[in-house]
């Protein structure tokens, strides 16, 4: 076996790798989730966290005032401030460290996504709890 054909096993090991290493699956939304409009996102998060677990694995949640800060909290890191808006059952949310992001809040029973309001790509798949 010469090099050329290792350095192809190796380069196919890789990328096999790569692809298998980090996916991390967002639940589909349910045929049966709504979009809420701005008076059901504000009396869904005000005083509540959505929660989930990121592609690294460690959970994280986002709490919501009624100030229009957002905290978010990533395990084993200090929280960091944010703020967010509902307008036209668009939510964004808005960070020194993040651009402007905007979404629609749907929810089926206890699980909430976060999807592109012109798309309705899912970015995000969250439970709620109380804060």
Not at 38 to 66: C, H, M, W
Not at 88 to 115: A, M, N, Q
Request: glycine share 6%.
């Amino acid at each position: 076996m010469n090099k050329e054909y290792w350095s192809w096993i190796f380069l196919a090991l890789v990328l096999s790798g790569c692809a298998s290493s980090g996916s991390h699956t967002i639940k589909p939304v349910s045929p049966t989730a709504v979009a809420l409009d701005d008076e059901q996102v504000r009396s869904t998060l005000i005083g509540n966290k959505l929660n989930n677990v990121g592609p690294s694995g460690l959970p994280y949640s986002l709490s919501f005032n009624a100030d229009g800060t957002e905290i978010f909290k990533l395990s084993g890191n200090p929280p960091e401030t944010e703020y967010w808006a509902v307008k036209d059952g668009v939510i964004c949310f808005t960070s020194p460290k993040i651009p402007k992001e905007c979404y629609r809040l749907k929810k089926d029973k206890d699980d909430y996504w976060l999807v592109d309001p012109q798309t309705g790509a899912v970015h995000y798949h969250y439970t709620l709890t109380a804060q």
